[in-house]
């Protein structure tokens, strides 16, 4: 995996290389400003580092306190003596200081700067305080705008050891160095320098010379690193590869969407034109046969058959009419109006009944209707139900053989039966 660099200077790569071995490290970062950008550490605390960030500026102060939980934060600036210290405060630039020539230099070049009061402590006291007793601190890094040499005043050397020293020697807005002040310092209290990278120097205490060969050179391909900025470089590529996949994606859909909908448009027209196909045609030939129609019925011989149709019609309703007429179906008005009708004759003299009588017998269904009707109206009702005692002389030759027969029949099978 390609170890991420976040510092402006590639500091972090350089530290990585010399205290990679060490896992669970410890740092204090004096001006540590934005918790990513820029920042020395971040990679460090990635790699489950932790320490002290010390940050004067509440707003670079609040977003460590927010990205950094296991860091402890301080908003203090740090000098020679505790106290109070007027600070100039240039907003949003990692400028601040508590230098007021610095300052006066900042306002003159054209930044927006303000001064506050604001609380100062000393690096032996932050150590004391924060620090464990038997945590080590494997490098501190300065940078406080021209108050280095404050800073590494306030320190006891003598107890207050970190492993590796980072300090800017030069201002962020030139390349003057301005060591002369305070490296002397360092150098009585058993550091060595060991590395210069044009903004910071490099400091190594003579207890842990065996990290020093890895000042030998600056930061190269060997040390297989990669900057932030290419990293979210690529992961925007990435994004906007991905969004550009989505959007072919969907271009592509949209375009099968738009050849599926061209394709029912399509059937939809055909459809349409065979509709208007069929409805040409039907309306030929309605035009066709209502031509024809109007032919016939305007015909000479239409005209001198319509008495014809008319008799017609009336053979027609009245063949219906007779055919329920002769059905005599219960309730219907032939069967009332016979009812009454067989019950005159009842009435009437015997030889007229008896001739009556005879010529219905040569019809055995209208004769068993009659004979039904005649029993009915004798009794009082309406129905077939009183057929059953019409005598066997009242019915047709042909009926009485069949009668006789099956009553033979029906005697014989129960004979047998017994």
């Known amino acids: ?143 406080v705008e021209g108050d280095e040499a404050l800073v590494l005043r306030g320190n006891d050397w003598s107890r207050n050891r970190p492993w590796i020293i980072v300090v800017a020697s030069t201002g962020q807005t030139n390349q003057t160095e301005s060591c002369e002040s305070w490296e002397p310092l360092l150098l009585d209290a058993g550091y060595q320098r060991v590395y210069a990278d044009g903004v910071n120097r490099y400091y190594l205490a003579a207890e842990h010379q065996e990290l020093v060969g890895s000042f030998n050179y600056p930061p190269n391909v060997l040390d297989d690193y990669v900057i932030a900025a290419q990293v979210r470089a690529e992961e925007r590529a990435t994004r906007a590869e991905i969004r550009l996949a989505e959007s072919e994606r969907r271009t592509q859909e949209a375009a099968q969407r738009l050849q599926e909908a061209e394709r029912r448009t399509h059937e939809a027209e055909r459809w349409a034109r065979e509709a208007e196909l069929d409805a040409r045609k039907a309306r030929q030939e309605a035009h066709y046969w209502w031509t024809v129609y109007g032919g016939v019925i305007h015909s000479q011989s239409w005209r001198l058959t319509a008495p014809l149709r008319v008799l017609l019609r009336e053979a027609k309703a009245c063949a219906r009419f007779a055919r329920a007429f002769v059905r005599l179906a219960p309730g219907s008005l032939s069967r009332r109006m016979l009812g009454k009708l067989l019950r005159v004759m009842a009435h009437c003299p015997p030889r007229i009944r008896q001739t009556l009588l005879g010529l219905i017998r040569r019809f055995p269904v209208l004769s068993m209707k009659l004979q039904s009707l005649y029993l009915s109206a004798l009794h009082g009702h309406d129905g077939y139900e009183s057929i059953a005692r019409i005598g066997i002389e009242d019915l047709s030759p042909y009926a009485q053989r069949v009668y006789t027969q099956l009553t033979s029949d029906v005697e014989h099978k129960e004979r047998d039966a017994v």
């Open 1 to 143: 995996m390609n170890f991420v660099s976040y510092a402006r200077n590639l500091e972090d790569v350089i530290l990585w290389r010399a205290l990679k071995q060490i896992h669970h490290g410890f740092y204090i970062d004096i001006g540590a400003a934005w918790p990513v950008a820029g920042s020395v550490t971040k990679a460090f605390y990635d790699r489950g580092w932790h320490g002290i960030n010390v940050e004067p500026v509440s707003q670079l102060n609040k977003l460590l306190v927010l990205e950094r939980p296991r860091d402890t934060t301080l908003r203090v600036a740090v000098s020679d003596q505790p106290g109070m210290l007027a600070m100039t405060f240039v907003p949003d630039t990692g400028l601040s200081t508590l230098n007021h020539d610095v300052g006066r230099e900042r306002q003159q070049a054209g930044y927006t700067a303000r001064t506050e009061d604001v609380a100062v402590a000393t690096l032996a006291g932050l150590w004391h305080d924060n620090v464990p007793a038997d945590q080590d601190v494997h490098f501190l890094k300065v940078g």
